[in-house]
């Protein structure tokens, strides 16, 4: 699940969404921060969703998933200036 936040909707991204996507088994969530160039990584434990994994721009950091083998997106594409 990918979810991109706008500033009307952090709140129901970061909160409640996340709650419902736990409640249905969604093994992996990630939350896109355009405004600080951010993606926040979630996977889904017994107990729910556990701390992100933060990839950061500014850290050349490149996103990928145990749930999509073969993909990889640096993150100077997905937040290219």
Partial sequence: MIEILSCDSRKLE????RERYAQF???EY????????????FALTERGYGQPHELRLE???VL???H?????LPLTILFKQ
Avoid: A, M, R
Avoid at 33 to 39: N, S, T, Y
């Fill in 64 to 66: 990928t998933s145990p």
């Fill in 14 to 17: 970061e909160i409640y969404k």
């Fill in 59 to 61: 850290q050349g950091d």
């Fill in 30 to 41: 990630w939350i896109v921060d355009p405004d600080i160039d951010i993606v926040k990584v």
């Fill in 25 to 27: 088994g969604v093994k």
């Fill in 68 to 72: 999509l083998p073969g993909f990889s």
